[in-house]
């Protein structure tokens, strides 16, 4: 199947930055499915961290993404995942780094 083809590949080229943030993730006992595939207006949207419990996606972005281009893509994004409910929050690679940063950045979903 295409899709987990793609979900496995993105897995395995992924970044440092979602690395450190699976090890957080992991160390607060939060379950994530990471690539995780969304089929949403005629598209496959590869999301890099799903949490289900939460409805909440978390997108590590690098530096390419304050670009024009790639910033109205992300929005679209954040619209089509919106209006199905998920909440889609957005932290640049360097908060990764540093748990503090990642328990302010993420506090809405670390709340039991």
């Not at 987990?4 to 957080?24: N, V």
């Not at 949207?45 to 790639?70: C, L, M, R, T, W």
């Not at 919106?82 to 506090?107: E, F, Q, S």
Request: glycine residues 6%; aromatic residues 14%; charged residues 25%.
């Amino acid at each position: 199947d295409w899709i987990e083809t793609k979900m496995i590949e993105l897995r395995g080229k992924a970044p440092i930055y979602e690395h450190f943030l699976a090890e957080f993730l992991f160390s607060e006992h939060i379950q994530f499915i990471h690539q995780a595939p969304f089929v949403m207006s005629g598209k496959v949207f590869f999301a890099d961290f799903f949490i289900p419990s939460k409805n909440v996606i978390i997108e590590v972005d690098g530096g390419y993404h304050s670009g024009a281009s790639q910033y109205a893509k992300d929005r679209f994004r954040d619209v089509c995942f919106n209006g199905h409910m998920i909440r889609v929050i957005r932290i640049p690679n360097n908060a990764t780094k540093n748990k503090n940063d990642l328990r302010i950045l993420l506090n809405s979903i670390l709340e039991k």
